[in-house]
């Protein structure tokens, strides 16, 4: 049986740790001059991507 694809959009996005799946945070790419610097510097942190979305993470990241 061949191996199975890992999804190069989502590895690129996510990376796994021991409490989930880290993703970086959007809306800091263009456009930043309107943005307050406290909105930026909070967009800087990575989060965790939803409770809902890690089943299908894990699905596209097999050996992740």
Avoid: E, W
Avoid at 14 to 19: D, E, L, M, V
Avoid at 34 to 63: C, E, F, N, W
């Amino acid at each position: 049986m061949p191996k199975m694809k890992t999804n190069r959009g989502a590895a690129k996005r996510f990376r796994k740790t021991a409490g989930g799946f880290k993703c970086n945070s959007s809306h800091r790419r263009h456009i930043l001059t309107k943005k307050s610097t406290k909105r930026k510097r909070h967009l800087r942190s990575p989060g965790m991507i939803h409770a809902s979305d890690v089943k299908s993470a894990k699905q596209m990241m097999p050996y992740a």
